[in-house]
């Protein structure tokens, strides 16, 4: 599973401690000795408990996860333990369970439209690229922690053509398609369809991937059955407002790709956290 860099850790510190801890320089207590340890208070899908460990450590202290990303904890049960000095420990405390709250949420998120999806008979779920600018890499984590899978890392790694790009074309869809698979072989061609025409023309043109914009799972059922009489029908995404209520349908109606940004949305999970004394 991935795994942030340090540089991008030690920018998070940075940020929340720039120059610095004002209080607890004051109080004169940062060379005492301290304990840290993190609980889930609620029901998640852990994520960043890798990452917060490191931060520990790059404050200048010490600490080692109990738990693993991807695993599910019940409440009260301990993910990670540190100790060093208290100036160390606090200064890296609050940065590290924002960081766990934040990502177990996502993926928790993920997990229960994954979960959603199987009583459906089924279907991958992945997440796109339009989480906050600065976070995808964390997002990426998350979702993987949960399950799911990541939609497009960026306009790099893959081939989608929107409607917005076809407004530049001036030839049919099948010499389109024709041309993306004679340019780049290796990559399948997605195209996402904003109405029920648009994605037959599409599938007869020989996109490899339909994505259904907005459509509602019985719209999504239609094409299912028409696609079921080709013979190598492309694969059906169903996008635009797939989440934990609605994913269970779509994957009846027959999407096999659950195309989502709601996860990144979703209410941080809760980390209980015990400063202490060592």
């Known amino acids: 599973m991935l795994v942030l860099p340090d540089s991008l850790l030690q920018s998070f510190l940075h940020e929340d401690v720039p120059y610095g801890d004002l209080t607890t320089g004051l109080l004169a207590i940062g060379a005492e000795p301290a304990r840290i340890g993190f609980v889930a208070r609620t029901p998640l899908q852990l994520c960043g408990v890798e990452e917060a460990a490191r931060l520990i450590q790059l404050a200048g202290g010490d600490a080692a996860p109990l738990r693993r990303s991807g695993e599910w904890c019940e409440p009260g049960v301990p993910v990670l333990?540190?100790?060093?000095?208290?100036?160390?420990?606090?200064?890296?405390?609050?940065?590290?369970?924002?960081?766990i709250e934040t990502a177990s949420g996502i993926a928790t998120a993920v997990r229960h439209i994954r979960d959603a999806a199987e009583r459906g008979g089924g279907a991958a779920v992945a997440c796109t690229r339009k989480s906050a600018p600065g976070t995808r890499a964390l997002a990426l984590k998350a979702v993987q922690a949960g399950g799911g899978i990541a939609h497009r890392l960026g306009l790099s790694?893959?081939?989608?053509?929107?409607?917005?790009?076809?407004?530049?074309?001036?030839e049919a869809p099948a010499a389109t398609v024709r041309r993306?698979?004679?340019?780049?072989?290796?990559?399948?061609?997605?195209?996402?369809?904003?109405t029920r025409d648009d994605a037959l023309i599409w599938a007869e043109a020989g996109a490899?991937?339909?994505?259904l914009e907005k459509f509602p799972p019985e719209a999504?059922?239609?094409?299912?059955?028409?696609?079921?009489?080709?013979?190598s029908p492309p694969l059906l995404a169903a996008a635009g407002g797939v989440n934990e209520g609605n994913a269970c349908a779509y994957a009846q109606a027959g999407a096999q790709l659950l195309?989502?940004?709601?996860?990144?949305?979703?209410?941080?999970?809760e980390i209980q956290v015990r400063i202490g004394r060592a």
């Open 81 to 99: 333990e540190g100790q060093g000095r208290a100036e160390t420990v606090i200064a890296a405390w609050k940065v590290a369970q924002t960081l």
């Open 157 to 170: 790694d893959s081939i989608l053509v929107f409607p917005e790009h076809c407004a530049f074309l001036d």
């Open 180 to 194: 993306l698979k004679a340019a780049c072989p290796e990559r399948r061609v997605v195209v996402e369809a904003a």
């Open 208 to 211: 490899d991937v339909l994505q």
């Open 220 to 231: 999504v059922a239609e094409i299912a059955h028409f696609l079921a009489g080709m013979a």
């Open 259 to 269: 195309v989502t940004s709601a996860p990144y949305w979703a209410k941080p999970a």
